[in-house]
T-cell receptor, first 116, second 116 residues
Framework: GENVEQHPSTLSVQEGDSAVIKCTYS??????FPWYKQELGKGPQLIID?????GEKKDQRIAVTLNKTAKHFSLHITETQPEDSAVYFC???????????????FGKGTKLSVIP | EPEVTQTPSHQVTQMGQEVILRCVPI?????FYWYRQILGQKVEFLVS????????KSEIFDDQFSVERPDGSNFTLKIRSTKLEDSAMYFC??????????????FGEGSRLTVL
């Protein structure tokens, strides 16, 4: 099955600096890579995703890059703000199998702290 | 904004007791999921549910677990005889479509289960 590794486990940055979180995956069939943000006491919330036919996607201060050959993808947050402090999870999903659902395989999470 | 709601937020139980975790998915969603996260570990897929039956389940989802949609709004996870290793945060999720990248997974805030 799929295995997703995520680094680093914790990351502290000064407000205004950039933060980069990296993930690798093992199943070359995976073609959907979402990123979730989990704030304290809340469930994971999708912030950005990318499909394997795209190398990069950007949404304001957040960008995700995908290298299918190397099987890794990264989350980039620029101009970080204190409200970006949270746990970030990467995930991967194989193509829809027709089973009537899809399942995500998550990384272990990165606790990002943005220091004012 | 529509959201997935879960109850209870925290439950403490004795080993061997039965536990039912409840979820109200987003009203127009048809695909329902349970994930769990043992403290400090990855978020793991347990089971998916569509059209009143299980679509897929992981190896974690053994005979001690069951899911049900008893009415038009609730989706429940039952653990028949809890074990210490069942202690975790359990997340319910729902989506509009089963296709990765088209049916975003919306997660609830989680139910923390502590087995003593």
């Amino acid at each position: 099955g799929e295995n997703v590794e995520q680094h680093p486990s914790t990351l502290s940055v000064q407000e205004g600096d950039s933060a980069v979180i990296k993930c690798t995956y093992s199943d070359s069939a995976s073609n959907y890579f979402p990123w979730y943000k989990q704030e304290l006491g809340k469930g994971p919330q999708l912030i950005i995703d990318i499909r394997s036919n795209v190398g990069e996607k950007k949404d304001q201060r957040i960008a995700v890059t995908l290298n299918k050959t190397a099987k890794h993808f990264s989350l980039h947050i620029t101009e970080t703000q204190p409200e970006d402090s949270a746990v970030y999870f990467c995930a991967a999903s194989a193509p829809y199998s027709g089973a009537g659902s899809y399942q995500l395989t998550f990384g272990k999470g990165t606790k990002l702290s943005v220091i004012p | 904004e529509p959201e997935v709601t879960q109850t209870p937020s925290h439950q403490v139980t004795q080993m061997g007791q039965e536990v039912i975790l409840r979820c109200v998915p987003i009203s127009n969603h048809l695909y329902f999921y349970w994930y769990r996260q043992i403290l400090g570990q990855k978020v793991e897929f347990l089971v998916s549910f569509y059209n009143n039956e299980i679509s897929e389940k992981s190896e974690i989802f053994d005979d001690q677990f069951s899911v049900e949609r008893p009415d038009g709004s609730n989706f429940t996870l039952k653990i028949r005889s809890t074990k210490l290793e069942d202690s975790a945060m359990y997340f319910c999720a729902s989506s509009e479509a089963p296709y990765p990248g088209t049916g975003e997974l919306f997660f609830g805030e989680g139910s923390r289960l502590t087995v003593l």
